[in-house]
């Protein structure tokens, strides 16, 4: 419970790892979305949400607020939360950059290799008991492969720094030039034909919506893989799901879909997808580092008038 006065009530949208949620309770009066529902003086004076990225924020629930001054989210994307509708309202939006790039820079590189040497096929194989019958199917180097970064800010830097060991090319597509090493493309589908490998790492939203598309995909080619860490939204997965099918592509990564959690999809079926839950922040120290930095932003607005991490 809240120990500072001048921090008004606060709703939380979405569920918090258990050491997340204790920080949170330890230091914000939290209340669910169904007690403000049920209490109508707590709603008018409820002034923050806090929440995490992957949970919407809608129009109609921000208009319900009258008091409301700031939506803090836990993680780096804030496409789920309209945030011009939420300034023009003098509501402040802030979000937790910097603190998950470490950890889903790492996630990528394991999705990469665990595309690459078939990990989750190997996997089975040991635990099947096949490995008795002969010898597992080989994989494909990393050494020597072109990767292209779709998207080269924190994160795509973060990835690029951890790939060089590798003895990888890299390039990137961003909407300008950046002052590095490393060959720009203007167009996402000139980035894919000269790559072996794609990662998506740009952020999500409109401007990006499907910005991977079937021709994208057709450009990437029947030897090239596709590896997104960045938002479902960017990747027009029907497209993928066909090109994937048809092998017009030879593999993909996903960590991150259009509809989540995945439902009925052929992406479940393929033999040629690695798959996993959104997990690109999910280690106990980013979670909680992230909670911290939600939690400093509702502290500091309330406080001093100033977030830390406004989106800008």
Known sequence: MQTDQTIPPVLQIGAFPAGAQALLDARLDLHA????????????????????????????????????????????????????????????????????NAAVAELTIGLVLALLRQLPQANR?????????????????????????????????????????????????GRTRQPLTFEWFDEPAKLARWSDILIASCPGGQATHHLIDAAVLDALGSSGMLVNIARGSVVDEKALALALERRTIAGAALDVFECEPLGESPLRALDNVVLSPHIGSATHETRLAMARLTIDNVVSFFTTGQALTPVV
């Open 33 to 100: 979305l169904a007690a403000i529902d049920a209490d109508d003086a707590l709603r008018q004076r409820i002034g923050a949400i806090v929440t995490r990225s992957n949970y919407d924020i809608d129009a109609a629930l921000i208009e319900r607020l009258p008091s409301l001054r700031i939506i803090a989210t836990s993680g780096v994307g804030f496409d789920r939360i309209p945030v011009e509708f939420a300034r023009a309202r003098g509501v402040v939006v802030t979000n937790t950059p910097d603190l998950l």
């Open 125 to 173: 194989f040991v635990r099947e008991g096949a490995w008795s019958s002969g010898a597992f199917a080989l994989g494909t180097s990393l050494a020597g492969k072109r990767v292209g970064i779709v998207g080269m800010g924190r994160i795509g830097r973060e990835i690029a720094r951890r790939l060089a060991p590798f003895d990888v090319d890299i390039a990137y597509f």
